[in-house]
């Protein structure tokens, strides 16, 4: 019997930039600052829908032509700008691996990750294959190397060599879901810097998840303050504007820069990490700003705070909402809840210590909670499910969750558990089901402090001392060996504090730590100046670090 064999569906991120740029040709897809006018206003350069399509076809044609192909792993080092758009679909097109770091985790860390990749090609401005030469042992594999700009020592093609020639329309490589798309190396709260294996599939399935939850459609104008994520604008139909700022450094952004940037092209989504929120809003509150163009703004990397949203959320239309999408680099997103939920229906919960509500999962999404557990599991069982209401690791399963971390079986083996065909990620995250189907979030599984009397949660517990009006922030940790850790809080007080009185300070603190079951046992606080923090998004804690700093004051 004749049997037909359908051809298997395409599966690229790259395969919406043709579709948009057949429906929106004149559209913007990228805008980039250059500089300032003799009046001292911003100026762009930009791309249209139409114009990234063919440029990334012109790269495409020019990378396959130097041996970057299907499957070649590609370390792109290039810094926000237009060329970081146009190369990035074009390796998606060639069905090329690009392997995208943060370079603000340092030098020999960078180096490590780059190294243990094993990549076989290198792009990147003329800075990146200095360090590539300088440093020629980690990058024995390299075979091809393009440069973006002039080169200064060494040979290779540069990218104005490869795309010198007339455009002709690329024919982009027929990638299956199952294919490895790109590998992402996360920082991470907890550990060294792991390459995250994303396949084709995840990509898609995370575009997909944005534009239906959120609503997004083509036409709409996104600020993305964090690179990669900007990636998603071009997929979704929106313009992505990339702000004047380092990406690298959220935290000290300038507001001034963002709020031009989203007055002056009239932006209505924004993505920024709590750490970008929180300091742009108190610039917004403090001069009366209004920011009636926007009507979501997406903040992910670390908790987001109630007054951080409140704050932000009074340069916004009433009906504009702040979305706390949950995740991480291994599954975006899990879940997402709005600010008018989270202000209206959460808030008090969280003030208890109860966690702080992430929201429901997203749709095709299974997500479980299981009973905690520091070692691997290597194959799913119904038992290790914890009923609603308790707290346990969340573990995810879909198809936006990835499946491995690049060379690192023991990794891969502590975060996923194979489940028939399928694979479950463990979030490493504590949490538990409401009554409503949200998660709540309680902090990392590596943070729990483990005491004589039980499990204590960062999460939960440091909601009862953020309380306190001169309290920025603060940080549960323990000294000690589990299971008989005693448990310390660290403090840092707001910015413009005057650090008086802080004997008084501390007993009002201790004091309200009376008062809820789950802080009675914590008897030792301390100040700390600045919490270290996460160098991606400024926001997650590093209470490793914490940790060390408290065990030699004690």
Known sequence: ????????RLVNVAAHLPKMAAQQPYTKAVSF???????????????????????????ARGLEEIGIKRGTKTILMVKPSLEFFSLTFSLFKVGAVPVLIDPGMGLKRMLHCLQSTKAEAFIGIPLAHAMRVMFSGYFSTIKTHLTVGKRWFWSGPALSE??????????????????????????????????????????DMQVT?????????PGEVDLATFPLFSLFAP????TSLVPDMDATRPADVDPVKIIEAIQNHGATTMFGSPALLNRVGRYGEAHGIKLPSLRRVLSAGAPVTHDNIKRFSKMLRPEAQIHTPYGATECLPVASIGSHELLTETQEQTARGEGICVGRPMEDLTVRIIKVNDGPIPEWSDEFVVPD?????????GRNATREYYGLPEATAKAKIKEGDDVVHRMGDLGWFDENGRIWFCGRKAHRVQTAEGDLYTVRCEAIFSQHPRVYRSALVGLGDAPNQKPVILIELEADDNKRDLSKLKGELLAMAQKHEHTKSIKTLMFHPKFPVDIRHNAKIFREKLSVWAHERR
């Open 1 to 8: 019997m004749e049997q037909h064999h359908t051809p298997e």
């Open 33 to 59: 600052p250059v500089g300032r006018d003799k009046q001292g206003r911003a100026t762009y350069s930009h791309m249209t829908y139409q114009q990234l399509d063919q440029e990334s076809d012109k790269i």
């Open 162 to 203: 490869i795309t010198d020639k007339p455009y002709e329309p690329y024919e982009m490589a027929p990638t299956r879901g199952d294919e490895v798309a790109a590998i992402l190396f996360t920082t991470g709260s907890t550990g060294p810097a792991k390459g995250v294996v994303y396949l084709h599939e995840n990509f």
């Open 209 to 217: 998840h944005l534009q239906r939850h959120f609503g997004i459609s």
């Open 235 to 238: 997929a979704l139909g929106m």
């Open 389 to 397: 209401g308790e707290i346990g690791e969340i573990t995810v399963k």
